[in-house]
């Protein structure tokens, strides 16, 4: 149905900067919210930015709105996750998700599609 592609991810030092892409393929990209979401080895899923279908709302985690940055390209069916001045505690798999409504949400049970993730290691 719906394929989500994330990219960017990679070897940082501490202090560098990284931005992801997930581009979505498949039935439509539709008029769905979209959300980045990390996960470390031994942790849960916590989550990090969200963008409403539109673009104007966005959400950010309390602990990282200072560093990341979400964004969205409708007509490339692609959204974006800048990250700043990264943290060895960044390290983690990136994930994005896709909501059926235009409405963004911090939770990552109310998403219904999920790329595979890219990895991000912050070296210190």
């Known amino acids: 149905q719906v394929q989500l592609f994330e990219s960017g991810g990679g070897l940082v030092q501490a202090g560098d900067s990284l931005s992801l892409s997930c581009t979505a393929s498949g039935r439509t990209f539709g008029s769905y919210a979209m959300g980045w979401f990390r996960q470390a080895p031994g942790k849960e899923r916590e989550f990090v930015a969200s963008?409403?279908?539109?673009?104007?709302?966005?959400y950010y985690s309390d602990s990282l709105k200072d560093r990341v940055s979400i964004s969205r390209d409708n007509a490339k069916n692609t959204v974006y996750l800048q990250m700043n001045s990264l943290k060895p505690g960044d390290t983690a798999v990136y994930y994005c998700?896709?909501?059926?409504?235009?409405?963004?949400?911090?939770?990552?049970?109310?998403?219904?599609?999920w790329g595979q993730g890219t990895q991000v290691t912050v070296s210190s």
């Open positions: 963008i409403a279908w539109g673009g104007v709302t966005k």
């Open positions: 998700a896709a909501r059926t409504t235009t409405a963004p949400s911090t939770l990552s049970t109310l998403y219904n599609y």
